[in-house]
């Protein structure tokens, strides 16, 4: 639901914009005269938001989280004002909720799913990736008759967790064609006031395996945003074949590139290197191209997983990490030192590969710190941008960064004290924004 509020007497009793009490709130001055500025677009006011505004430290550690209740103004998508606590009944009561960036699926597949039917576990048959395209292959013409329902399910289910943009892969392959794709637009279409998406086109069955490479040329000029593969060695049988195909469909259309890598040993990490090649070879790709998985990464001794990933950062290639990574931990502070950027997802959820899922990517974020042993003040707040796609509210040093005026007003409300907590707790989500668009 979106409320309009015209909020003269809110306005007028901040003029200027709270400078957070010296703490860093980036100040404005607000619009005069008011009418005007309403008459260009929507308002919003929340009041009693709670945001983080720095850390209390004793010594070098970071011991509490700073936080007090503002009113913020949203105007057209974004946030117009961030200002003192307002008492106005006119304002829209956020019961004192943490605001917090809203969450970003960065890693999950949309376009074939369970959800939203009868319940269904998967299957102990069908291991390999090879095993899966045939049972895809029987499965997606009856998948195929009720998606685009089974998204809009699935979306709903994300949203109800905080998330309000999604990086989905979705099948380009023979059986379903362009099918899976139009289905998922569909369903975004519907979807679009309260859930953003940028799309992978995916050759599930390999781009070689089975013939998928007209199909992917026709996705490409289809409303994607980049060019997917699989498995460039043991499914498409010839490494620098399928990534000089990837590579160059994505320049040729200008989109970026996301290649599931499940493969590991020497294969593994040739992928690894000849992709880290072909980037530094065309800067164009640089900071748009991610290695989903890629598990090989996890055998490497220490000393070779910093090496790669220097080379990573280097070429700007990021992880698309679902946590926990197979059965061995990946090396996420070694990426993380070394500038690689990382981001998380649900990948499967209730379908042929997987029977499980909540859509909580904040669920993601407390994994990773429990997992890498991230149990400080700082340290799970900044674990935070895991979920956000990279966002935070206080730098690493306790500099306020988000939210400030003229930035896009995605959000949550969160019932909880600080991201810390937020994260160590996985705290409920109270509300969800997008763009300005409030759901429910």
Known sequence: MKTALTRKEFIRNSSVLLAGAGT????????????QAVDKGEV??????????????????VIATKTALFS?????GKFFAIGPNSTSSQAIDARGWLLAPSFKDMHIHLDKTFYGGPWQARTRKNRTVKDMIALEEAMLPDLLKTSVYRAEKLIELLQSKGTAFARSHVNIEPTSGLKSLHHLQQALETKK??????LV??????LYYRDSTALMKEAAQSGIDFIGGLDPASIDGNIQRSIDFTVQLALDNKKGIDIHLHEGGTEGMSVV????????????????TWLSHCFVLASLEANQQEAIAEKMAAAGIGIASTIPMGRSLMPIPTLLKHGVQLVTGNDSIIDHWNSFGTGSVLQKANLMAQLYGMVTE?????????ATGGVTALSRKGQQQWPQPGQEASFVLLDASCSAEAVARISPVRKLVYKGYMMG
């Open 24 to 35: 860093g709130w980036a100040g404005r001055k607000l619009a005069d005269p008011v009418e």
């Open 44 to 61: 919003i006011v929340l009041k009693n938001v709670r945001l983080e505004t720095g850390f209390e430290w004793k010594g070098e550690e």
């Open 72 to 76: 913020i103004e949203l105007r057209e």
């Open 193 to 198: 006031k309260g859930f953003g998406a940028e």
């Open 201 to 206: 086109a995916f050759p599930q069955h390999g």
């Open 273 to 288: 290197n000849y992709l880290v090649d072909r980037v530094m070879e065309n800067p164009a790709l640089k900071g748009r």
């Open 378 to 386: 700082l340290e799970l707040s900044q674990a935070l941008a895991l």
